[in-house]
């Protein structure tokens, strides 16, 4: 079988390096070559366009930044799609809108190409160990064929629906994501201010049942106040727009999600886009908090 893989970042660097490992003939396409580079190395084969990426592929993987990332490189002028082979297929595994991938669904067929919509829930470690979670929206046909490689990057799968539904649960999933973490860093902030120490509050929030899982990897880089990134805090900022965006369609109010949505837009604005979006915790501070994060951005420097 020929797969190919498109967009290397945190996230498909290493689920491409998984697929690796099994009887397959992968291709990788990424805009800066040193991903690429390191996956020629452990036996992938290079495309230096995306033409070339995808006109022998049988399944062909995105996984990029945004909607209008996925736009430029699947039907921008220069775009994959018109150059895949009738009857391939296509798994888009980036975060985007329920109607991008409805959109992508329709061009993809122009094109006689089938598609399914497979984001994952899960960041940096999870792709590490392969034990992502796969939300998947398709033909259950398309899904089944795409099935056994999606197992080698993850621990779990769920055929959600008809295209766009998998997109639709992976946004639930990540404007719970960002308001858990805004919640957890108010509390704790207020906690210190009534003479908590952060220790033991963050000893001790992490493992109350009302605090969900992922808190607990979260409360140990603020207690170490290492941001390094797992899952920028910019890119939940754009998972929030496009759960806002959404809302509208369906005319459907965000109260809080909104709120959230501007709290990672001001931490943004302060320097801290591509760090882990639980820096929000040092935003949130207030602007006497001194933030040490991979940039070097310090908040008491701001005029």
Known sequence: MNVTFIGLGIMGQRMA?????????LTVYNRSPEPVRQLAEQGARMAVSLAEAVQE?????????????????????EGFLPHMRSGALWADCSTVNPSFSRMAHQAAGQHQVHFVDAPVAGSKPQAESAELVFFVGGATSDVEQVIPLLKVMSKKIVHVGEIGQGTSLKMLVNALLAQSM??????LHLGEKMGLSRDFLLDTLPGLPVSPPFIQAKAEKIRQQDYAPEFPLELMYKDLHLAALTAYEHQQPLFLANLAKELYAQAIQAGLGREDFSAVHQWMGGEGAELKVSGGFNLNTLS
Do not use: C, W, Y
């Open 57 to 77: 592929a049988d399944i062909v993987f995105t996984m990029l930044a945004s909607p209008e990332a996925v736009e430029q490189v699947a039907l921008g002028d």
């Open 182 to 187: 805004v919640l957890f860093s108010e509390v």
């Open 17 to 25: 390096r998984h697929l690796l490992n099994h009887q397959l003939r």
